[in-house]
């Protein structure tokens, strides 16, 4: 499955130079030939957000953010929190040492097609995802994910396709040596991140500021040269949006009760360009909780059918609902199960969050134009 910013990407490289219509399946197609192209570099299948808010900015040395790790350190493994819109990963989460804000950074190994990602863990141990992923490929860096750890510093991180590599980055005038760890189960692949200072990248999206002047360098046995990359992405728009964003749009209510209480209840919020779709229970009282972000979204949403991923809820006196989430031309969207339901976000009618209960594992879902015409499918497991 592909993530939102590999469509938008795949999207605004079809689209240049051409005169006819783009169909999902023209979008989907290119996004498969882009994931190849970038050695299969490709984002990971989160659902994340699309664009990021800030600026680019200069950085001077690091603050008083914990140091790299050295790179003979032993990484440990900490617990995985489960989201059953991805499996767990197939490599231990691992501590890196390093804080973003005040939540602790990990990284990890998802799958051959996802690859590194990473994450940041809260006071509570809960795992939030960063966007973006990269997976191996052979004697190369393929792109490099940052973060601004908001200690003055920048979190970078990824692979490089050669096992037992050992990983530096020059940038701001100094080399620093990269924490590394091996990938179980992937023999020629080496895992690093590291803290440097020096120029960051753009957030995604934006089209102006300076470059990263970061360069990445992997040896081998007595200092051989290995490869050496220089693509850097942000993976952290939606840490920037944090606190800044507004309401968008009416609520969604599903009229399903909770296991832990309250309607699940649906809601958007954001800025001009990009938006969250979050979760959350309403008490009835004029409270709501929030349980999780389900989606990033570009605004106005891409009308690329049906969104990876899925997401799963625990309801009162037992049994599940799942959501999920589908933009284009469709009047209709329907999710198998035993009760099915749907509504349109207000700001964009063309984005629909649908709900099923008994979905199974995986579920499938349909959607019909005004007509009855089915116009996409999914089973939330190809693209």
């Known amino acids: 499955m592909y993530t939102t910013e590999e469509l938008r990407r795949a999207l605004t490289e079809e689209a240049e130079g051409r005169t006819t219509r783009l169909t999902h399946a023209d979008i989907r197609a290119a996004a498969a030939r882009r994931r190849w192209r970038i050695g299969l570099g490709g984002l990971a299948a989160l659902l994340v957000p699309v664009l990021a808010a800030g600026a680019a900015v200069a950085l001077g040395p690091g ?15 900490v617990p995985w929190v489960p989201d059953p819109s991805l499996p767990p990963p197939a490599g231990p989460v691992r501590h890196t040492g390093l804080n973003v804000g005040d939540q602790e950074f990990v990284v990890w190994y998802q799958d051959e097609i996802n690859g590194v990602s990473g994450g940041l863990i809260d006071a509570g141990g809960r ?55 091996p ?10 991140w590291v803290r440097r200072g020096g120029v960051a990248a753009r957030p995604t999206g934006a089209v102006d500021g300076p470059s990263p002047d970061a360069v990445f360098t992997a040896r081998g046995p007595g200092g051989a040269v290995l490869g050496t990359g220089t693509d850097i992405q942000r993976s952290d728009g939606g840490v920037n949006r944090d606190g800044t ?77 799942t959501v999920g ?27 629909r969050i649908f709900w099923a209960t008994g979905a199974g594992t995986p579920p499938t879902a349909v959607a019909e134009d005004g007509s009855g015409h089915v116009v996409d499918t999914t089973d939330f497991q190809q693209p």
Do not use: C, Q
């Open 63 to 77: 603050g008083p953010s914990p140091a790299p790790m050295p790179t003979d350190r032993p990484a440990t493994v």
């Open 127 to 181: 795992t939030r995802r960063l966007e973006g992923g990269v997976a191996p490929a052979p004697g190369r860096f393929g792109t490099v994910l940052e973060v601004d750890d908001r200690h003055g510093g920048l979190i970078d991180y990824g692979v490089f396709g050669a096992a037992g590599a050992g990983v530096e980055v020059t940038a701001g005038g100094s080399t620093t040596a990269a924490s590394t760890a």
């Open 183 to 192: 990938i179980p189960g992937v023999p020629d692949a080496t895992m690093f």
């Open 245 to 321: 964003a507004r309401p968008i749009g009416e609520w969604i209510h599903t009229g399903h009760t909770l296991s832990g209480g309250g309607e699940l209840v649906f809601w958007f919020d954001g800025d001009d360009r990009a938006a969250t779709a979050h979760a959350g229970s309403d008490d009835g009282a004029g409270t709501v909780t929030e349980l999780k972000p389900i989606a990033g979204l570009h605004r106005p949403p891409f009308a690329i059918g049906f969104y990876g991923g899925y997401n799963t809820f625990d309801l009162a006196g037992g049994g599940t609902v």
């Open 325 to 351: 989430i589908y933009a284009g031309p469709a009047a209709t969207v329907e999710m198998s199960g035993r009760t099915h339901g749907s509504a349109a976000w207000t700001a964009h009618p063309e984005l």
